[in-house]
């Protein structure tokens, strides 16, 4: 062996050891005198010497010691051996010694690899400061068989890209290096087909021509790496090793417009600083140094005016594929499949629900707890994207608030809402049926005129729903499903009887809460002091008595039979609840008013209870209420039907990516 010192390792003395800094992370030894050891042998670890060298002249237990030392030191990675896989010297190598050097950090064959990234044939095609930038780039890293295709995107200035070409210091001769103006289509397929590397970007970037590039390299197996300006920012796709990942997944998940016409072009600087970030990824991904650890493809955000990179995951958007609508079989079998589903567990659920958080191409942009006071209730929000706003609009984030009674509840129940908020604003207008006497809407490809259509009602559609008195299909106007198209009341569940349950309790409360308008007798009053609660239930009812106002609870439950309370803070009603359970209305309700007084208590009217319809007068009464009897999923449907209505339950799966973490979120719809 001969040991050298890994030249990206650096190391420093710490009370029980030494730390050492590497590319690949931390790296701790500890022991007493290993500071010391290091110290004095890092001079020695040079590649020039052999282990058995180094150790040739101590003495037989301090050499045993050394050579574990150099052992260890080796096995993590903190030292090569040149022996095995040593390089040529640097001046053989120049002027790249340092690229070959970088490989070598981090993978054998380095001259091998770089060989293959130097000869790699490459078409950098595209327009302005950011193309010639990245012509001047690629050979300075060590390209030298790259052709420059310049398109009439925006301006180039074609002398300094010239004069950057010329000076690069290429040895092949007859090879079109540069080439103004896209060739007529065979030729242009031709090129991009014929690549190893394809490298597309421009001040202004026609994503016209980005599908274009990627139906060729696709179909070609040519690597493809194309940057997309957006205002201030670039967004750089990863390249096949790092994930394939679309461009238009990315777009539809920002809602970007086809094209923006007031993006400035970057500085020269920023130009340079990008091109080095787009020729470091082709760098990688041609000499096998690319990270494949992420199952999700990543795109590279460079900040224009700041010169910061971050990095984000894309999930893939279904109007970037086709679709078409289900038939009833199809529907039928995928009921079927939720309603025998397993039951999600919270802490996979969890973990799979934080993966779709991102601040820029995330579903849900951000999970948290902003400012808001913790006690008595701990409060999450979750602020969920608009999926599918109109082209060329931006697009506008929910909030999603939810309480519980610990931090863990509060967040879990954020999150399970959100999914069916998220799942209730994605319609993809490809999938529904043709409404009756129309032949539209037909499935197929663009999304986006049928979506605006839809959305102002110009367009009518169907989707498929489940009746819950036989479980066969049946079709339901789109605009009773969806809430951008006047309907409400999505709800989630880890399975999907939870789910269904809850969507039918509610459509009851809201008919039970109508029913109070009419003609009524007044309402029972339940003593909130001795009924009988659930072990949340009973610590709500202790926490409410330290508020001075006075909390009076009305049985509300109507024709249907569901349990149903009204929740009054002195002459306020602040909410309502039905349950199958007496015990889960009652807890519920109290939950909401135990939150209203901490919105008062802080001020923090965000996460306050929406209002609702004030109890009259004439329905407070005095008389005490008696024991309700619990009920069910089935009896909560069979008195809709007796009250000459059917529930319905749609799955809420128009984004499949989304429904794979939560397959459970449904709209219930009477029809």
């Known amino acids: 062996m ?55 002249h101590l003495p037989a237990d301090r050499g045993a010691f050394v050579s574990d030392v150099v052992r260890t030191l080796h096995e993590r990675g903190l030292v090569k051996d040149v022996a095995t896989r040593g390089l040529p010297p640097d001046q053989v190598l120049a002027p790249h010694a340092a690229e070959v050097h970088f490989i070598d950090d981090f993978a054998d064959t380095a001259v091998l690899r770089f060989v293959r990234y130097r000869n790699c044939p490459t078409v950098v095609i595209g327009a302005g400061r950011s193309l010639v930038a990245c012509a001047a780039a690629g050979p300075r890293s060590g390209m030298d068989n790259v052709t420059v295709m310049v398109t009439d995107d925006c301006a180039t200035d074609l002398d300094e890209l010239r004069g950057v070409l010329g000076s690069s210091r290429s040895r092949r001769r007859g090879v079109e290096r540069l080439v103004v103006g896209e060739p007529e289509p065979g030729r242009f397929e031709q090129m991009i087909a014929g690549a190893t590397v394809v490298v597309h970007v421009s001040d202004r970037v026609s994503l016209a021509r980005t599908r274009v590039l990627t139906r060729i390299c696709h179909q070609s197996g040519t690597r493809l790496l194309q940057v997309v300006m957006t205002g201030a920012e670039a967004w750089i796709d990863p390249l096949p090793s790092m994930g394939r990942g679309d461009w238009d997944d990315a777009r539809l998940r920002l809602s970007l417009p086809e094209q923006e016409d007031d993006t ?196 009518r559609g169907r989707v498929w729903g489940t009746r819950l008195t036989d479980g066969e299909p049946c079709e339901v106007p789109v605009e009773t499903v969806f809430p951008a198209l006047r309907s409400a009341g999505a709800t989630a569940g880890y399975d999907w009887a939870e789910a269904v349950t809850a969507g039918v309790a509610g459509r009851c409360l809201d008919l039970t809460v109508a029913e109070l308008a009419g003609d009524r007798p007044p309402l029972s009053v339940v003593d909130i002091r001795y009924v009988l609660l659930d072990e949340i239930g009973q610590r709500y009812r202790q926490l409410l008595a330290v508020f001075d106002t006075p909390v009076v609870v009305y049985d509300a439950t109507g024709s249907l039979g569901v349990p149903t309370f009204a929740f009054c803070l002195g002459a306020e009603t602040v909410a309502y609840a039905s349950a199958p359970r007496v015990t889960d209305a009652l807890r519920d309700g109290l939950e909401q008013v135990l939150l209203a007084c901490q919105a008062r208590m802080h001020s923090q009217h965000a996460y306050a209870p929406p209002p609702v319809p004030q109890l ?35 799955p809420l799966d128009h984004d499949p990516e989304m429904s794979q973490v939560m397959p459970y979120a449904v709209q219930v719809v009477l029809r």
Not at 623 to 641: S, Y
């Open 2 to 56: 001969k040991p050298q010192l890994a030249r990206d390792a650096y190391f420093a003395p710490v009370p029980d050891g030494v730390y050492w800094l590497t590319n690949k992370g931390p790296v701790t030894l500890t022991g007493k005198t290993i500071a010391a050891w290091i110290d004095r042998l890092a001079p020695f670890l040079d590649g020039q010497r052999s282990l058995d060298d180094l150790v040739a």
């Open 264 to 459: 400035e072009p970057p500085t020269p600087d920023a130009a340079a600083v990008l091109a080095d970030h787009v020729v470091h990824r082709v760098f990688q991904e041609v000499t096998g140094l690319a990270d494949t650890d992420d199952v999700r493809p990543r795109l590279a955000r460079f900040d224009l005016r700041t010169l910061r990179t971050t990095y984000h995951r894309v999930l893939p958007h279904p109007f970037a594929g086709s679709a078409r609508p289900q038939t009833a079989d199809e529907f039928r079998h995928n009921v079927n499949r939720l309603s025998r589903g397993p039951r999600l567990d919270e802490e996979t659920f969890s973990r799979r629900a934080a993966e779709l958080v991102d601040d820029r191409l995330g579903p849900f942009r951000a999970i948290g707890e902003r400012d808001f006071a913790q006690l008595p209730l701990h409060v999450s929000e979750v602020t969920v994207a608009d999926p599918v706003c109109l082209p060329g609009e931006r697009r506008a984030l929910i909030p999603v608030i939810a309480a519980g009674p610990d931090f863990a509840a509060a967040r879990h129940r954020a999150a399970v809402r959100a999914f069916a908020v998220h799942g209730s604003l994605f319609v993809d207008p490809r999938r529904l049926l043709a409404a009756a006497g129309s032949e539209e809407p037909k499935g197929g490809g663009d999304p986006a005129d049928p979506l605006v259509a839809l959305t102002s009602g110009a367009l």
């Open 616 to 650: 009259p007068p004439r329905l407070r009464g005095d008389e005490p209420a008696r024991q309700r009897p619990d009920t069910g999923l089935r009896n909560m449907v069979e008195a809709l039907c007796s009250n000459g209505r059917i529930p319905v339950a749609v």
